[in-house]
């Protein structure tokens, strides 16, 4: 089980502060959303809206046409009886003259006699003369007006008006516009957010930041409560660098004191003739000492700056375990050359080192990818660390053991101060257990 998971940050200088950027903000695609709802809705009633408007104006369009064919076709067929049809007859409409009606009565439809009402309002001599019309079924699904009205001469005019089914010829362009409209509301929308949101972004990531030990500059920009919070977040963070600051001199003041008293104990244990009293308060000594120097190391690990620069990783490595020889190892020790932080990253590893070698005995060491992460993994063959346990040794002075007593090896602060820096610096410590029952305990090394 590793450490839990987080948004990859690009990290700088801890001590003066970075800019962590993120690519897609999750109030921006809420926002899309939102709009891409609101799109949808208004696209959805304006085709609605507009099939509306299509009726109306295909009953129209039906009207018009068959009392200009009625008006014309009776003038021509008084002049030219053979030549009416084929004159009147076109792509839209078709027309024939015949002693009997092909439509012999109307058929019962609102829309058919909302279409005879509107014929009779574009010619209104057409009133007195029967109309009858009715709908036919044409390929493709589709629906033909048919009708016939009687002319002058007693004669019947049969009339085909094609496709009164088809109501989206303004829909259509409508839609599209609509949709060309949504788009371009939704984009502008998501640009006007994305620049009121900017202050509120970079404090959230400030927060994020902040959070896991770095220190970060806040511009003081956008609304008055937003400049407001970024001013207190600022002060906020003065305020806990110089609380460790201040925490940090303290405890070097005190380690400092404390040598002096440990100094002229080492001196009265030389002294000392009864071998095996020089010898408990020699262990006790040692003991102070090893103590002061972990809690010196965990305390600068909370304030250490430092520059990103290349480093070999292997060089690195070989350089943490060269004082301990044979009880470290290292393998898979190709050159590899990363943007990193070498101090913090030492320190780090050979905290890691120093815990495998204390509990087990020997400390194995790799280096290897994992897409675009390094990591440096630790491995011992001690009696290793339940898988529950892996979050509270992070803790400072945890003792998976508290019936023990103080004579129990180890201080519990190699691994908080490996992960105190890992943390400031944008890496990552997780542990696994091993095949053999030991730990792994593995780096993701901090990259620029």
């Not at 009133?127 to 044409?138: C, G």
């Not at 815990?355 to 390094?374: Q, T, Y």
């Not at 992070?394 to 998976?400: C, E, G, K």
């Amino acid at each position: 089980m590793g450490a839990p998971a987080r948004s990859r940050m690009t990290i700088g200088h801890p001590a003066r502060g970075n800019v962590v950027r993120i690519s897609i903000p999750r109030l921006a695609v809420l926002a899309a959303v939102v709009f891409l709802g609101l799109g949808i809705v208004q696209l959805i009633g304006s085709l609605l809206f507009y099939q509306a408007i299509d009726r109306q104006t295909l009953r129209a369009d039906h009207a018009r046409r068959i009392a200009e064919l009625i008006v014309v076709s009776d003038r021509i067929h008084s002049l030219e009886p053979n030549l009416a049809a084929p004159i009147m007859t076109t792509g839209h409409l078709k027309a024939e003259f015949s002693p009997e009606p092909a439509v012999r009565a109307m058929m019962d439809s609102d829309t058919l006699h909302k279409i005879a009402g509107q014929v009779i309002e574009w010619e209104p001599s057409l009133a007195s003369r029967p109309l009858n019309l009715a709908t036919a079924d044409a390929s493709g699904g589709k629906s033909d007006l048919i009708g016939s009205i009687r002319l002058d001469d007693g004669k019947w005019l049969n009339f085909r008006s094609r496709d009164i089914t088809s109501m989206w010829p303004i829909a259509l362009r409508a839609s599209a516009l609509m949709f060309c409209t949504a788009l371009a509301c939704i984009a502008i929308g998501l640009i006007a957010l994305r620049l009121l949101t900017n202050p509120l972004r970079r404090l959230t990531q400030a927060a994020d930041a902040i959070g896991h030990g770095q220190r970060v500059e806040i511009r003081e920009s956008g609304p008055e409560d937003l400049r407001n919070l970024a001013h207190s977040m600022n002060v906020m963070q003065e305020r806990i660098a110089r609380l460790l600051e201040d925490q940090a001199r303290s405890f070097e003041a005190i380690s400092h004191d404390l040598r002096t008293p440990l100094s002229r104990q080492q001196i009265a244990t030389d002294l000392i003739d009864d071998p095996e009293i020089s010898e408990i308060m020699q262990a006790s000594i040692d003991e102070m000492e090893g103590l002061l120097a972990s809690l010196q190391g965990y305390l600068r690990a909370q304030h250490m700056s430092a520059e990103a620069e290349p480093v070999d990783l292997g060089e690195l490595v070989r350089a943490v375990i060269a004082p301990y020889e044979d009880r470290a190892r290292l393998s898979g020790a190709d050159k590899v050359v990363v943007e990193s932080f070498p101090q913090p990253l030492a320190l780090a590893t050979g905290a890691l080192v120093e815990n495998a070698i204390h509990f087990g005995g020997r400390a194995e060491v790799a280096i290897r990818r994992e897409g675009a992460d390094w990591l440096i993994e630790v491995e011992d063959t001690g009696p290793g660390i339940p898988p529950g346990h892996f979050q509270d040794v992070l803790t400072p002075f945890f003792r998976l053991d508290e019936a023990r007593t103080r004579d129990t090896p180890g201080f519990g602060l190699g691994i908080p101060t490996a992960h105190r820096l890992m943390m400031r610096f944008g890496g990552d410590l997780s542990f696994a257990t091993s095949p053999c029952g030991g730990l792994i305990a593995r780096i993701r090394v901090p990259l620029m």
